[in-house]
């Protein structure tokens, strides 16, 4: 009775029975044949047995069971009514005995078999295979306590899909162990949602790993790199060659020019997710007719804007340029390039939307057999060619090799050897396995004829890939071609979804090691994870809790080196080389991060954060937290404006002891953006920098050393210079308001325009409520949830050039981005506001040293008591003029510098300027000192040293006169620097 309860509440359905349960008792219903021997850890694994239903299985919220085949059902196995599906028993043709099993899963649900497994034993290890066609499928076991209750749902085995309802029978091997704590499991069989798939001869038995690594080459992989041009004639599977090569029969072969077809057509709509839908079957579009003249891989973009009635422009590469433009649909046949006709059928055109498909030449086919210069292969070339290249291709032995090392728990070997790939590898729950090159050099996975990542690696615990060398198509000079291309008809789209390939895809493996592997040519994102994590305060039953990449390089690549798009935790760049790469070196909303000792140069930023969401649950386990240290910069960034970025959301992040080296990009940069889709990062160390920014190749760029505008940095101990003369584009360190906490200390800081600069971030009133609401846009941070939401602030209306002080911030509304004003004012959609603080936003810039810059400090800012300016040695170094050292705006104490040096004819060496809204602040000037200066103090309007707390100053050899007495003290007023 308890067994049936939990049936029920699990939502299975048992045929013929509670006592029918995973055959461990008599089935009770009228079957056919025998059930399979005892000795078998599954009864019935070849669907011989079957029993009739008096009626078919109840349905539920997920829909209903059908039983096609007059509702008979396999004996022994229970459908779960949670993942219902088309059930058929068939004859003829299975792969063992005379029945096999077809199962079809919904449109939006998979369909699971189940047969409960008592005899699994903690600690032991299982293998079970499946005979299947079709698919993909999955091998999965539900795992319980000794309370009955389900505690995790684990796939340990996935087969790609195979053609359905022909050809040969694929097999599927997985190897599982029960882990401690599981008191018993259900074997699943899954077939995923909008699949279906042929079963048969399923089989579970005690397994013993042998104790030798798997050899690719006993697969039939080649890893040859010969090819040679051959001749084919039309519907023969026979090709001459020119030269046999190396060629044996039951290798894998890749014939081009005499397969000519369409593939990969993708309709893409903004809104929907990876574009919507896109199936042949819907009958939205119709392509035929490639005839190759335009080469191996030809990817057309179809451009719809949302015109009535519908007109749409076309494109043959990459949308560098448009063939076409404003061409009507009609319904009928219409003609592109390369021998391609579309024609377009049931959908609503006028509506902005993009079309992708490819042209394709190549034919994939398996050698039978070779004589002399003939080959005889399993399938017929569609066209004839005279002058068509055969070359090996192992991407069906290296999946096959792969497939079995995961199923017996054991290592894969690759020999010297180039591996063509015409689609990418899987390496699909794997438990503790390394797959190993025998020469990092010379293990070459090749994948420029094909598509998809060289190999990804998903599920599982711990995976090792060592010693590999990964080669892909589209290298630097492409990166244009595959970074973003926005589109009237689909603003999201990357080059590189429809012309991919990366070296190595992680999906939700526990542990990976990637070591001395090498990549070059990829389209996409070399390294790539899109994994599973935690959320919140909830942890998955499996999630990744390690990446490393040690000792790899990434060279002459199309887009980033390095990217995690997930929030996996504790990824680690170690010791790699990033050069002449179009995307990002490293992109990673992921969680505990370091990227350290690497090398980069003429690459993308290393960009923290970008996490795309303001959810909740990023407030209660925060991501993005970084550790970049001691690496190497040269060059520039030819992608994202500078060499290290901390953004959207991350926190906290160091950065330290990095290197840059003739540098003409930003070198670091606190990125406090936020808006409907970002939070800001915060909580940022920057210390330790050396950044050389002097240009030695091509022309000067406007560059900053470090930049900060996130809430909570430190930015100390840096050197930031540039060598010989001083640049006119450079700044040294650049501070933003409204960010607050700001600590900037012991950094030096030369040859630059200007040394240090503050100034003010701003915002837009978008949308007005009431007279105290509105919506705000513009570069303005929303805040995190749990932080000052800008309560105690206040609203600077700024038109003019002039600012004019507004109301009281009561709050703001961090997730609909709304101001909430402490009283009534005239809102104006449109206008320019900034934020200031009466306290001041907490900056403390002390013990710096900046020489030899056109303007040593300009700090244009609301300021207020807490702005600190204080200690810092403040001199013209070699430069022949110093018009003003340093601007102050706002409110600061200035107190304890050192100013030297400032002695040409106008030269002033602490300009105070009245504050952003014209008025007189209250500037404390006391205990600084003024050697070899023209122009102690100026003044940007009269007054402003006169309404100053001043005392303890010395000029020259003169103390500061008695209050009330300018003394000897030469002051200047002046309306600006």
């Known amino acids: 009775m308890k067994r049936t309860i939990l049936l029920v ?70 459908l779960n009514a949670s993942f219902p599906g088309e059930l058929e028993l068939a004859e003829g043709d299975a792969a063992e005995g005379r029945r096999y099993l077809r199962l079809a899963a919904g449109a939006k649900r998979a369909a699971h078999l189940i047969q409960s497994c008592p005899q699994l034993r903690p600690g032991l290890t299982y293998k079970f295979t499946l005979r299947y066609r079709g698919g993909p499928v999955e091998l999965k076991v539900y795992e319980y306590d000794d309370q009955n209750r389900l505690k995790a749902d684990r796939p340990f085995a996935e087969g790609l899909a195979t053609p359905v309802r022909r050809g040969d029978w694929a097999a599927l091997e997985g190897v599982y162990t029960l882990p401690e704590g599981i008191a018993r499991t259900t074997f699943v069989v899954c077939v995923p949602d909008g699949s279906e798939a042929d079963l048969d001869d399923v089989r579970g038995e005690r397994f013993v790993r042998p104790e030798t690594p798997v050899d690719v080459r006993a697969f039939g992989a080649s890893g040859s790199a010969f090819e040679t041009t051959a001749e084919t004639a039309a519907g023969s599977n026979r090709v001459v060659l020119q030269d046999a090569g190396d060629f044996q029969a039951g290798q894998q072969v890749a014939v081009s020019k005499c397969n000519p077809h369409i593939s990969d057509l993708h309709i893409w709509e903004m809104g929907q997710p990876w574009g919507g839908d896109s199936s042949p079957e819907a009958q939205q579009i119709e392509v035929r007719g490639y005839d190759g003249s335009l080469g191996n891989w030809t990817v057309y973009m179809l451009d719809f804007a949302g015109a009535t009635p519908p007109t749409f422009r076309w494109s043959d590469d990459l949308a560098l340029t448009w063939k076409e433009t404003k061409v009507p649909v009609t319904g009928q046949w219409q003609p592109l390039s390369g021998g391609v006709e579309v024609k377009f059928g049931q959908r609503d055109w006028s509506k902005p939307c993009l079309v992708t498909f490819s042209g394709r030449d190549q034919l994939i086919s398996t050698i039978r057999k070779v004589e002399d210069r003939t080959v005889t292969l399993t399938d017929a070339a569609p066209i004839g060619a005279q002058d068509c290249v055969m070359q090996h291709t192992d991407s069906g032995p290296l999946q096959a090799a792969l497939d079995r090392a995961v199923a017996e728990g054991r290592n894969v070997f690759l020999p010297v050897g180039c591996y063509r790939l015409t689609r990418g590898l899987y390496l699909r729950y794997a438990d503790g396995i390394a797959v190993e090159g025998e020469n990092e050099e010379r293990t070459v996975l090749d994948i420029r004829n094909g598509t998809g990542a060289c190999l990804t690696v998903r599920g599982g615990t711990s995976v090792t890939l060592r010693n590999l060398r990964f080669r892909g198509f589209s290298g630097f000079a492409e990166r244009k071609q595959m970074g973003s291309r926005p589109l009237p008809g689909y603003a999201q789209m990357w080059g590189f979804y429809i012309k991919h390939c ?94 350290v000792g690497n090398y980069v140069r003429n690459a993308g930023t290393v960009a923290m954060g970008n996490i795309g969401s303001r959810d909740a649950r990023y407030d209660l386990l925060p991501t993005g937290q970084h550790i970049v240290a001691h690496n190497t910069f040269e060059q520039e960034m030819v992608y994202g404006g500078c060499a290290i970025r901390t953004c959207h959301g991350s926190t906290p992040v160091i950065v330290t002891d990095n290197i840059f ?66 640049d006119p584009l450079v700044k040294g360190i650049v501070l933003t308001e409204p960010a607050r906490n700001l600590v900037v200390h012991d950094n030096l800081i030369r040859g630059c325009a200007v040394g240090l600069q503050g100034g003010k971030r701003t915002g837009r009133v978008a949308e007005v409520l009431d007279a105290r609401t509105f919506r705000s846009s513009g570069p303005l941070p929303w805040p995190r949830r749990r932080t000052h939401t800008y309560r105690g602030c206040r609203i600077a209306w700024l038109a003019g050039g002039q600012a004019a002080p507004g109301p009281e911030i009561e709050t703001f509304d961090v997730d609909q981005g709304l101001f909430r004003l402490a009283q009534d004012c005239e809102l104006k959609p449109g206008a320019e506001f900034a934020v200031y603080a009466p306290q001041g936003f ?20 609301f300021g207020g008591p807490t702005a600190v300016f204080s200690g810092n040695l403040l001199a013209r170094g070699e430069i022949a003029k110093l018009d003003v050292a340093v601007s102050l705006r706002g409110a600061w104490r200035v107190t304890g510098n050192q100013f030297a040096g400032c002695d040409g004819p106008q030269s002033v060496a602490l300009l105070l300027q009245p504050d952003p809204f014209g008025n007189v602040p209250r500037f404390i000037c006391r205990d600084n000192v003024f050697d070899q200066c023209t122009t102690p103090i100026g003044e940007g309007a009269a007054g402003v040293w006169q309404a100053a707390v001043k005392g303890g100053n010395v000029f020259g050899d003169q103390a500061e006169p008695a209050a009330g007495d300018t003394g000897a003290l030469r002051t200047e007023t002046r309306s600006g620097p």
């Open 9 to 78: 509440s699990l939502g299975i359905t048992a045929l013929g029975g509670a006592a029918t349960l995973a055959g461990e008792d008599s089935v009770a219903a009228a079957r056919e044949g025998q059930p399979e021997p005892a000795a078998s850890l599954l009864a019935n694994g070849g669907f011989e047995a079957i029993q009739r239903l008096a009626a078919p299985p109840p349905g539920n919220d997920f829909g209903s069971w059908v039983l096609k085949s007059d509702q008979q059902a396999p004996a022994a196995w229970m």
């Open 661 to 726: 080296v003739n540098f003409n990009t930003s070198a670091i940069e606190a990125n406090g953006s936020g808006e409907a889709r970002h939070l800001p990062a915060a909580n940022t160390v920057i210390s330790g920098n050396v950044i050389d920014l002097t240009c030695v190749r091509d022309d000067s760029r406007a560059r900053v050393g470090i930049g900060v505008s996130a809430d909570d940095t430190i930015v100390s101990d840096n050197q930031i210079y540039v060598r010989g003369e001083v």
């Open 842 to 861: 907490n900056w403390s810039l002390h013990h710096n040293v900046i020489n030899n810059c056109d303007r040593l400090a300009e700090l244009d800012v």
């Open 502 to 595: 990366s070296a190595v895809g992680i999906q939700s493996p526990e542990r990976v090691l990637v070591e001395n592997c090498h990549a070059t040519g990829m389209s996409a994102e070399c390294f790539y994870s899109a994994s599973s994590s935690r959320s919140g305060n909830t942890d998955p039953a499996r999630y990744t809790k390690s990446i490393v990449y040690r000792n790899c390089t990434v060279t002459d690549c199309a887009r980033n080196a390095f990217n995690n798009n997930d929030m996996a935790e504790n990824t680690a760049v170690l010791y790699c080389r990033v050069q002449d790469v179009g995307g990002c070196t490293w992109e990673g909303a992921s969680r505990f991060v370091k990227f």
